[in-house]
Structures are given as structure tokens and as C-alpha cells.
């Protein structure tokens, strides 16, 4: 989202911003669905968190599909508790933009999720995406199962085949049981249904996932 150069390297825990330990305010609505943004959800729904570069973007192409019941955009990955978005870019926090998808596994399957996870982005840019620079921009996974973390790192394997046989680099996605999510400032969730014309800098490797 900011163009400035950003660090490069996770900080350590030690050298992290604190935070604080008040939650961030926010409207449990969805802009575009009108389904809650926070829990509690529906017995029968699952979730997980991906980080494609800037959240705004990513968010727009997971709440538009079928069997996705509500997003969100914050932040995880890191260690500042309750971070703001000018934390997160200072690079202080190791935290990732990420979105939260809650999703109905009986219409819309974590294969399909995943699908659209790896072609919708460039998985191999390390701490970046495109034009945004930093370590929150990183491609991540944030995993809520065991099932859900093996799978991740089986369609990375088979992406990555896809990807090296096309002359693309090695995958550099981040995946890993997920931690603690923070929910992003209130004018941060579906952003681009807000505002249309905003920025989107999502862009993937025309190889198609199989």
C-alpha cells in the first residue's frame, strides 16, 4: 500500500513494538454480506487467514466467492499485541497484512480457497508484493487445522512444480499454524467495496493452479 522502502527482515520478539492490550474498535458487520466480521460463527464454518501482499485487494477476491461466509482484514503472524496499521508499517511488529476467511467447506472446498490463493498473487517475491515492500507484505498461510496445514503444504509442493516448469523461482510462502489474528482498523475492512476506485496491486503468474 506505501511505496517506501520498508524493512526486509523479521524483527526480533525483543525489538518489537509492545502495543497495548486494548482491542481494536470495530463495526461486526460486513460491508458487502452483512454477516458478523468477528465470532462468534456458525458451528458448521471453518477458517483461515491468507497473506497475499496488500489486504485490501486480497479480501475483495475471497468475499466474492460462493460458500464464503464473511472476511475480515488485520494482522498476524507477528508479536505487537493490538497493533495499529502505522505500526504494522513501520516494520516493528513482524506482523502480516493477512485476511480472515470464514468459509461453509460443505459449498466451497480449502482446495478451491487454496486455488485461488496461489494463482491470484506472486508466491515467489519473499517480503514483498510488486510495489509494496516490507515484511508485512509477505505470502503467508495461517493454518486452524492439521488437515488444513498438510494440505497448504501439499498444493505449495504441486505449485511449485507448476511454477518451475513455467521458469518461475523458488516459492517463498509463509505457512504455519496460526497465531493470534488482530482485527485492522474499521475503514481497512472491505475497503475496496467502499471505496472502488482504491488501490489493488494483486497480481499473479498467469500459471494456473492444477
Not at 73 to 83: A, E, H, M, Q
Not at 116 to 127: A, R, V, Y
Amino acid at each position: 500500500m506505501k511505496l517506501s522502502l520498508k524493512k526486509l527482515v523479521m524483527p526480533e520478539s525483543s525489538a518489537a513494538l509492545p502495543g497495548r492490550n486494548i482491542q481494536m474498535n470495530i463495526l461486526n458487520k460486513h460491508y458487502v454480506t452483512g454477516q458478523p466480521i468477528a465470532p462468534p460463527f456458525p458451528d458448521n464454518l471453518k477458517q483461515v487467514y491468507f497473506g497475499m501482499g496488500c489486504f485490501w485487494g486480497a479480501e475483495r477476491k475471497f468475499w466474492q466467492c460462493m460458500g464464503v461466509f464473511s472476511t475480515a482484514v488485520g494482522y498476524s503472524g507477528g508479536y505487537t499485541l493490538n497493533p495499529t496499521y502505522d505500526e504494522v508499517c513501520s516494520g516493528l511488529t513482524g506482523h502480516n497484512e493477512v485476511v480472515k476467511v470464514i468459509y461453509d467447506p460443505t459449498i466451497i472446498s480449502f482446495t478451491e480457497l487454496l486455488k485461488l490463493f496461489w494463482i491470484s498473487h506472486n508466491p515467489t517475491q519473499g517480503m514483498r508484493q510488486g510495489n509494496d515492500i516490507g515484511t508485512q507484505y509477505r505470502s503467508a498461510i495461517y493454518t486452524e487445522s492439521e488437515e488444513q496445514f498438510n494440505e497448504a503444504l501439499a498444493s505449495k509442493n504441486n505449485y511449485q512444480q507448476l511454477l518451475t516448469q513455467a521458469g518461475f523461482d523458488q516459492i517463498t510462502t509463509e505457512i504455519i499454524p496460526a497465531t493470534v489474528f488482530y482485527y485492522a482498523e474499521d475503514y481497512h475492512q472491505q475497503y475496496l467495496a467502499k471505496e472502488p476506485m482504491g488501490y489493488c496491486g494483486l497480481g499473479g503468474l498467469g500459471v494456473n493452479f492444477k
